[in-house]
Structures are given as structure tokens and as C-alpha cells.
T-cell receptor
Framework: EAQVTQNPRYLITVTGKKLTVTCSQNMNHEYMSWYRQDPGLGLRQIYYSMNVEVTDKGDVPEGYKVSRKEKRNFPLILESPSPNQTSLYFC???????????????FGDGTRLSIL | DAKTTQPTSMDCAEGRAANLPCNHSTISGNEYVYWYRQIHSQGPQYIIHGLKNNETNEMASLIITEDRKSSTLILPHATLRDTAVYYCIVRRGRFGAGTRLTVKP
């Protein structure tokens, strides 16, 4: 089954303790992206990757890191989490996002992070 | 930088057509219009997309004005399960707050 898998689904942790949220897709998609969703603000893009070893900042990249060492995985890293990073996070992937053949995004089920 | 404007909320009677508008007056010539929806806190689900022609699939129809400055998503026979937040986007990564559609019995 084609899917985007995020782990963990839920996490409660404390300020300053490094954490990684994994994202994996099995559709051989080139494009992957991370979003956060907060009440009243919709989805805001954190980072995206057009392909392996290519990553770019989205609208709200501060406090986050990403890597794209292989096509299927796009982990989101919080080196020193703070309470303002408490949010619902979504990973998404798309076959491609440029040119006339660009395709819609497929989203994971979300990761709810609480930073105390 | 293409931005979209959508009403905050809308209601629709079950079985009737739901027409959700979106304004994207700064859209560029090669930017597509995409519609997604999000039910509760699940991951957004793709509905439909188009460039300048009207489009229809098994879920919905998309009507894009000739000048491409606005579009309308049409759910022809809304059901209670269509209650969700609907997002219109024209630029990769820019989702906005969307329209909360409530389908009522």
C-alpha cells in the first residue's frame, strides 16, 4: 500500500532533549516536505526537499533540521526543543513538484509533539 | 508570491451541492490550483487540481475562472462525511487556514 509513515505518532518530552521524527515513503517520490499545524494558523511549511541531498527552508524553519540522505526518508530533527514547538506535524511526499507533470502531495497521519 | 483567500466557514445541507470559493488573484501563469481537505486532525487529503480548464473527478469538480484569479470547488451531493476543512493552494507549501465546511442533516 502506498503510504507516508511518520513515527512516533505522539510524543511528550522536555525542553532541550533532542528528538527526531522519522518520515518514510514507499512511492519513490522525489519531493518531501514537513509542515506544522497550529490552531488558527493552518499548515505552515518547515522544510522541503526536491530530491536526495537537496533541502530548502520553508516558511518556519527556525529550530528545525532535516536531512535527505536517501530518497525514501526525510527525518525532522529538533536539536533543542522548546515549548513553542509543541504542535501537530505532518510529513508529505509527491512524485514531483515542478513542471507540467507535478503531482499532488500525499500526507502522513501526523505526529503530535508536546514539549514541556 | 501567490496567496489564496477563502471564507473561514460555510454550511451546507446534506444532499445539496457545496460550492467552496477561493480567490487567487496573484496566481502566476504556470501555477496550478490544488484543493485538499482535512478531516479532524488527520493528514490532508488531495481532492483535485487544475491549471485553466475545469476539471472533474470522482470526488469533486473544479471551476477556474477564465482570468484564473478565482476558482470554486464543487461537491455535487454533500454528505455528513464531507464535513472538513478545505484548503485551496496555488503555491507549493502555502496552505493558509482554509474553509471549515459543515454539512448538516
Amino acid at each position: 500500500e502506498a503510504q507516508v509513515t511518520q513515527n512516533p505518532r505522539y510524543l511528550i518530552t522536555v525542553t532541550g532533549k533532542k528528538l527526531t521524527v522519522t518520515c518514510s515513503q514507499n512511492m519513490n517520490h522525489e519531493y518531501m516536505s514537513w509542515y506544522r499545524q497550529d490552531p488558527g494558523l493552518g499548515l505552515r511549511q518547515i522544510y522541503y526537499s526536491m530530491n536526495v541531498e537537496v533541502t530548502d527552508k520553508g516558511d518556519v524553519p527556525e529550530g528545525y533540521k532535516v536531512s535527505r540522505k536517501e530518497k525514501r526518508n526525510f527525518p525532522l530533527i529538533l536539536e533543542s526543543p522548546s515549548p513553542n514547538q509543541t504542535s501537530l506535524y505532518f510529513c508529505a511526499s509527491s512524485l514531483r513538484m515542478v513542471g507540467p507533470l507535478h503531482q499532488p502531495q500525499h500526507f502522513g497521519d501526523g505526529t503530535r509533539l508536546s514539549i514541556l | 508570491d501567490a496567496k489564496t483567500t477563502q471564507p473561514t466557514s460555510m454550511d451546507c445541507a446534506e444532499g445539496r451541492a457545496a460550492n467552496l470559493p477561493c480567490n487567487h488573484s496573484t496566481i502566476s501563469g504556470n501555477e496550478y490550483v490544488y484543493w485538499y481537505r482535512q478531516i479532524h486532525s488527520q493528514g490532508p487529503q488531495y481532492i483535485i487540481h487544475g491549471l485553466k480548464n475545469n476539471e472533474t473527478n470522482e470526488m469533486a469538480s473544479l471551476i477556474i475562472t477564465e482570468d484564473r484569479k478565482s476558482s470554486t470547488l464543487i461537491l455535487p451531493h454533500a454528505t455528513l462525511r464531507d464535513t472538513a476543512v478545505y484548503y485551496c493552494i496555488v503555491r507549493r507549501g502555502r496552505f493558509g487556514a482554509g474553509t471549515r465546511l459543515t454539512v448538516k442533516p
